[in-house]
Nanobody, 126 residues
Framework: QVQLEESGPGLVKPSQTLSLTCTVSGGSITTSYYAWSWIRQPPGKGPEWMGV???????HYSASRKSRTDIFADTSKNQFSLQLNSVTPENTAVYYC??????????????????WGQGTQVAVSS
């Protein structure tokens, strides 16, 4: 059973860089067909997908966040991280890391698991 745990600062000042890390246990971030995402939920709003890094290191980002977002992995620590530059108070949210596992059979992908961290609250304020 894959388990995820977010860590990072609870408070960041405007214009600074937010860095969060997700530590993975119970599985390797390089295991085939896993996708590792960051999702956030601002207060009073729905969840927003920010981006993903796949088991092979491929990344994709939300079009609205692409220029300020970086997701990278540290395979030696079995962690993946989010870096959001030039934050504003609108970036205040609960940030979650997520893992989706899947398999391919005869060219068809099937999802086999969906795992979430407990979330970490981040406030952007001076």
């Amino acid at each position: 059973q894959v388990q995820l745990e977010e860590s990072g600062p609870g408070l960041v000042k405007p214009s600074q860089t937010l860095s969060l890390t997700c530590t993975v246990s119970g599985g390797s971030i390089t295991t085939s067909y896993y996708a590792w995402s960051w999702i956030r939920q601002p207060p009073g709003k729905g969840p927003e997908w920010m981006g993903v890094i796949a088991y092979d290191g491929t990344t994709h980002y939300s079009a609205s966040r692409k220029s300020r977002t970086d997701i990278f992995a540290d395979t030696s620590k079995n962690q993946f991280s989010l870096q959001l530059n030039s934050v504003t108070p609108e970036n205040t949210a609960v940030y979650y890391c997520n893992a989706v596992s899947g398999t391919y059979y005869r060219g068809t992908y099937s999802q086999t698991g969906d795992y979430w961290g407990q979330g970490t609250q981040v406030a952007v304020s001076s």
